[in-house]
């Protein structure tokens, strides 16, 4: 699982979206560039179709599992 978790990193950080950086035992990855532009400035059309990647992302999950994700995920900033 974690080589796939990798390869979605570095996808991210080639589109500018993340940046990684290497330290003496582990990789950490944070917000690059791209993904500091305010939402304002997003191309039209943008956050209609983040809309739908949520969507279509969370669907496999029940409204108890979405929020478990939204609260482990917030521990993890």
């Not at 330290?23 to 950490?28: A, V």
């Not at 279509?56 to 994700?69: F, H, N, Q, S, V």
């Amino acid at each position: 699982m974690s080589a796939t978790i990798k390869v979605v990193i570095d996808r991210l950080t080639a589109r500018g979206l993340t940046e990684t950086s290497a330290g003496p035992r582990r990789r950490s990855t944070s917000l690059g560039p791209v993904s500091r532009v305010p939402a304002s400035r997003w191309p039209k059309g943008g956050a209609e179709t983040r809309s739908r990647s949520r969507r279509r992302t969370l669907a496999p999950l029940d409204p108890k599992e979405r929020e478990t994700l939204v609260v482990l995920l917030s521990k993890l900033r």
